[in-house]
């Protein structure tokens, strides 16, 4: 295996007029992470938790207790992607992290010291996908650039930070009531939206009117909340060197 890294360069190149359209969407084996949810629910105009009952099957990791969040495939026997259609993916402006990477794997891990992330990638070769026979050059920047994943790795690294915590400071896995707070926090963005107003759990955060209502009508800033909130109830009893 060879890691690559930023400046790295490798061939690919994928369109319609490929002999393999579509191949990788049929061989399904897909993760979500939270912020790949958030996107494909706006999309499909979907509560959250109606997307994940609908396209999704959910697991929990025997070891730690957190959540595994996988897309259902269309049939299972098949493994095709509930969203490939004969003309490509039908969400293709919100779909997952993985699919806009792809053929590279990100690889990133934080640093306890300085909490800096690190990436590296790996390129994937598949004997369905005959992109790097296509043969453009890119380097990682462009391809991560030009598939506009960035933005989704700054939200899946908030996820990485959460999971080192837990995998550094609770030993076995989360407790169940841990566990149902961290689903609905970053998986079920809507179910936890009518909790922290309901339940008013954001009373004692000290939240001036202006960021409530920018929680209240702003997504990505609520998940990002989640992240917090979560942090805040998992750990922040728990002694952190
Ligand atoms: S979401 Fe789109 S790109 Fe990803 S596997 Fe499904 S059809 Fe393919
Ligand atoms: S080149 Fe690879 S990524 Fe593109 S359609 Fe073919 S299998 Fe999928």
Known sequence: MT????????????????PCFNECCRDLNQFLTPYDILRLKHRLDLSSRLFLERYTTQQTGPETGLPIITLK?????????PFVTSSGCSVYEDRPSSCRTYPLMRIASRSR????????????????????????????????????????????DMLLEII?????????????????????????????KSHIFEQHIL?????????????????VELLKLGHRWIRNILFDNLEQD
């Open 113 to 156: 010291e300085t909490s800096k992330i690190t990436e590296q990638y790996i390129l994937l070769k598949e004997p369905h996908c005959l992109g790097s026979e296509q043969g453009r050059t890119w380097t990682i920047r462009k391809w991560i650039e030009d598939q506009e994943v960035t933005f989704y790795n700054v939200m899946n």
């Open 164 to 192: 080192g915590l837990k995998n550094r400071l609770i030993s076995g896995p989360l407790h169940f009531k841990s566990r149902f707070a961290f689903h609905m926090a970053l998986y079920d963005i809507d179910t936890f």
């Open 203 to 219: 009373d004692t955060w000290d939240l001036d009117e202006k960021t409530l209502n920018t929680l209240k009508n702003d997504d």
């Open 73 to 81: 495939p269309d049939n299972p026997h098949k493994l095709k992607c």
């Open 3 to 18: 890691f690559l890294s930023l400046n790295d360069t490798f061939s690919f190149s994928c369109s319609k007029k490929v």
